[in-house]
């Protein structure tokens, strides 16, 4: 039994990290502020003599260390995501994601947490047109929210080298999946559609829909997340990995599996028209992940592929929804 903090571990991704230490035998402490994360995600814990809720917020030095006090592990997900939230609030953004970020780091270092993996970002990889990609070439970033996760990394690096926390970065690339919030100015694209499908409205494709995107199922983040943190293995440690499939899906193909999902609940579903808008700001038009580094140094192996994961999603919102 390991004492692990998940910062975030109310969120979409932090909650399914909870849920599954939990499950697994571990003691859970989750640092949570709630601005995008939601206590019905975790309330099913509130008993459960393993898991521990600190209500804090990372910008506060001293509430990340009262989280960290006699931990193991940190799995650091809190952060405020999206391109166009941080193009609209770049401020805010940094914030939480930098300053809250080398927070953590500090804390983590001070009351020697053996391990701190945390969640990057595909979109470290900017402007770089190479496909797919591997983690060592990388672009210019193309928005306030890219620099943020790139400076994690940066941050990361350093204190392994100066202090000798041992960091892993997991890149997350279109990560989807139950409890992902459809609600909000921000949602994720998947959650999103389907809600708007489900509703028989018209969801709105930015572009010509030719964009395409490793979407990742959650199943396959957890499993990065578990293989960071037990790897005994020191050439795996203190750099950062693609969090994919090795696989991409255009946004029109993304919508015929939503369409043909959904439509076996309601087959009306199948009719609905989609509407196309321009392009968004700060989006690259293609995503690809080498998932090689992860499959070698850590033993990875993806559980889900897209329509796997998809029709999953789909029968979990059907479900919670409705």
């Known amino acids: 039994m390991s004492k692990i903090l998940i910062t975030g571990g109310a969120g979409f991704i932090g909650s399914n990290l909870t849920e599954h230490f939990l499950i697994s035998g571990h003691q859970v402490v989750v640092l949570d502020n709630f601005s995008t994360g939601h206590r019905n995600n975790i309330s099913q814990h509130f008993n459960n003599p393993n ?19 006699g931990m193991d592990y940190v799995l650091h997900q809190a952060a405020l995501g999206s391109v166009p939230r941080s193009i609209k ?38 402007d770089s047109e190479s496909l797919p990609k591997v983690e060592d070439i990388i672009g210019k970033p193309l928005s306030p929210y890219a620099i943020t996760k790139y400076v994690n990394e940066l941050y990361a690096d350093i204190f392994s080298k100066t202090y000798g926390i041992e960091t892993i970065g997991l890149r ?10 459809p609600n909000g100015a921000y949602a994720a694209v998947i959650p999103l559609f389907v809600k708007k499908f489900m509703n028989h ?21 957890i499993q990065m997340n578990e293989l960071a943190l037990t790897t005994t293995n020191p050439k795996a440690v203190n750099t950062v990995y693609n969090t994919a499939v090795g696989d991409r899906t255009t946004l029109n193909q993304l919508v015929g599996y939503l369409k ?30 080498s998932v090689d580094k992860a499959r070698t140094l850590l033993g990875y192996e ?18 919670n929804l409705k």
Request: proline fraction near 4%; glycine fraction near 8%.
């Open 172 to 181: 997350y690339f279109n990560v989807f999946g139950r409890r992902q919030d």
């Open 89 to 126: 609030d770049p401020q805010t953004s940094n914030d939480v994601n930098v300053t809250g970020f080398l927070n953590m780091l500090v804390a983590a270092r001070d009351a020697g947490v053996k391990r701190f993996i945390y969640a990057a970002s595909s979109s470290t990889y900017g």
């Open 260 to 289: 043909e999902f959904l439509s076996e609940y309601d087959d009306s579903i199948s009719n609905v028209e989609i509407v196309y808008g321009p392009n968004r700001q700060g989006d690259i038009p293609h995503s690809l992940a």
């Open 201 to 221: 409205e018209s969801p709105v494709i930015n572009g010509a829909g030719d964009f395409s995107r490793d979407f990742t199922y959650i199943d396959n983040v």
């Open 51 to 69: 898991f521990t809720l600190i209500e804090g917020d990372i910008r506060y030095m001293s509430d990340c260390k009262i989280a960290v006090e």
């Open 302 to 319: 993806p559980s889900h592929v897209i329509r796997e994961g998809l029709k999953e999603s789909v029968k979990w919102y059907w479900e």
